[in-house]
């Protein structure tokens, strides 16, 4: 089964406010960019996806994007994520093709980790269409996936993996923690380090004078 990924990315300038102060404010920007590249690296080098289209009005966001192999299109709904991903995953990609979508807060993602999450999803043939895969707080959602045919519905938010499983999607929670690793706040950021973000997320954190090394826990200076 192949798929097409969306991927929706705020304009850098407003991104990833929860985690404002995480590191100076004038690389914060770097650091979301740098989230998204991993991220984006990781869908790119996953197999099964055979497009991977990035909703973005930044145009940093879509210069790397295309860098890494991503098809761009502008935010033209400018409505929130949950329009952003609809308007990719029902309108872009079309409802003939297998299309998941995923937060683009993941650098700790490796595509193995997504690989397995999509074979897991996809496997169950008395799946609903739709299928979902928590955070690892358990509360929130990370990817959200429609097969052929089926609308995305997509209910990104506060709350958002209680939504999902009421709006009828299956719940997947694998023990996949490089995929449901996102990062909102300070403590996500550490809890990446922990698991080991990849590499342009890692270089602007050793940069930082933090340990962005796999496996390492400790705690960097502020
Ligand atoms: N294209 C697009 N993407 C969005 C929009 N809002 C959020 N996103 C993206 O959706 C994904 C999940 O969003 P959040 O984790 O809430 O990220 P965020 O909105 O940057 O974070 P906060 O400012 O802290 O709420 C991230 O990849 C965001 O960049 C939007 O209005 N348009
Ligand atoms: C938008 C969501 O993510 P976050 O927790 O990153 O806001 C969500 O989990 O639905």
């Not at 935010?75 to 003939?96: I, Q, V």
């Not at 979508?101 to 008395?126: H, M, N």
């Not at 993996?161 to 690793?181: E, I, N, T, V």
């Not at 496996?215 to 960097?220: F, L, M, N, T, V």
Request: charged letters at 20%; proline letters at 8%; aromatic letters at 4%.
């Amino acid at each position: 089964m192949t798929w097409t990924a969306v991927i929706p990315v705020k304009r850098l300038p407003v991104a990833k406010s929860r985690l404002r102060g995480a590191v100076a404010p004038d690389r914060h920007e770097e650091l979301v960019l740098a989230m998204v590249q991993d991220t984006l690296a990781a869908v790119r080098a996953c197999p099964a996806v055979r497009e991977t289209l990035v909703i973005t009005d930044d145009p940093a966001v879509s210069a790397a994007a295309g860098a890494l192999g991503a098809r761009t299109a502008p935010d033209a709904p400018d409505g929130g994520l949950n329009a952003a991903m609809r308007y990719g995953a029902d309108e872009l990609a079309g409802p003939a093709a297998n299309r998941f979508t995923l937060t683009a807060d993941l650098p700790a993602l490796r595509d193995a980790d997504l690989s397995a999450a999509l074979e897991a999803g996809s496997a169950s043939g008395a799946a609903p269409g739709r299928w979902f895969v928590p955070d690892a707080a358990g509360t929130g959602t990370v990817l959200l996936a429609a097969a052929a045919g089926a609308r995305l519905d997509p209910r990104f938010g506060p709350g958002s993996a209680a939504a999902h499983a009421r709006s009828g999607a299956r719940a997947w929670p694998g023990d996949w923690p490089r995929l449901r690793q996102d990062v909102d706040t300070a403590a996500d950021l550490r809890a990446v380090l922990a698991l080991g973000p990849g590499p342009r997320t890692a270089a602007l954190l050793r940069d930082l004078g933090r340990t962005g090394g796999r496996g390492s826990a400790r705690r960097p200076a502020a």
